[in-house]
Antibody, heavy 116, light 111 residues
Framework: QLQLQESGPGLVKPSETLSLTCTVSGGSISSSSYYWGWIRQPPGKGLEWIGSIYYSGSTYYNPSLKSRVTISVDTSKNQFSLKLSSVTAADTAVYYC????????WGQGTLVTVSS | QSVLTQPPSASGTPGQRVTISCSGSSSNIGSNTVNWYQQLPGTAPKLLIYSNNQRPSGVPDRFSGSKSGTSASLAISGLQSEDEADYYCAAWDDSLNGRWVFGGGTKLTVL
């Protein structure tokens, strides 16, 4: 059974870079059929797609975040990662990773708070 | 402001049938398929319907999806207390070089 697990710091200072990793287990991230994505949810609000990556490294990002986002993949570790630069309080959210194209399954999510 | 529009709330009594709408445009629902997600309190979203009307294995057939033009709907029949959750629609949007877009979510209350 495929499982995804997010990991990374729960607290990031304003103007710094948020870094998270998603570890995939129970299946290979190198499957040719899927992309792997990041989605976030601010407290009490809805879902926002951040971006997705293919195992080859091909990426596509939400235009609203593109200037600050980098998603990378490490097939040897069956992981993909998110970096979001120049964060502000508006980036405080639960960050999820999920398999594209249907966003299924999802990781349990990790809360990242941006605060000094 | 979400690209896909959902009613913020919906409600029903046990056993009833409820529907949740999702309105979009020609660049998203009008030209691509729609997925639906269920988010129980304090948990991650779960795929409920994909490709407009397909249920993943394990999802009860009480849940069904449909699409017409630039709108989609999620129907829940035989409403149960455990269906109380937030529901989100999503679709690929062809504008701005392409992006996934979500609805703002609908909170379903079982009275």
């Amino acid at each position: 059974q495929l499982q995804l697990q997010e990991s990374g710091p729960g607290l990031v200072k304003p103007s710094e870079t948020l870094s998270l990793t998603c570890t995939v287990s129970g299946g290979s991230i190198s499957s040719s059929s899927y992309y792997w994505g990041w989605i976030r949810q601010p407290p009490g609000k809805g879902l926002e797609w951040i971006g997705s990556i293919y195992y080859s490294g091909s990426t596509y990002y939400n235009p609203s975040l593109k200037s600050r986002v980098t998603i990378s993949v490490d097939t040897s570790k069956n992981q993909f990662s998110l970096k979001l630069s120049s964060v502000t309080a508006a980036d405080t959210a639960v960050y999820y990773c999920a398999r594209n194209p249907w966003f299924d399954p999802w990781g349990q999510g990790t809360l990242v708070t941006v605060s000094s | 402001q979400s690209v896909l529009t959902q009613p913020p709330s919906a409600s029903g009594t046990p056993g009833q049938r409820v529907t949740i709408s999702c309105s979009g445009s020609s660049s998203n629902i009008g030209s691509n398929t729609v997925n639906w997600y269920q988010q129980l309190p304090g948990t991650a979203p779960k795929l409920l319907i994909y490709s407009n009307n397909q249920r993943p294995s394990g999802v009860p057939d009480r849940f069904s999806g449909s699409k017409s033009g630039t709108s989609a709907s999620l129907a829940i029949s035989g409403l149960q207390s455990e269906d109380e959750a937030d529901y989100y629609c999503a679709a690929w949007d062809d504008s701005l070089n392409g992006r996934w877009v979500f609805g703002g979510g609908t909170k379903l209350t079982v009275l």
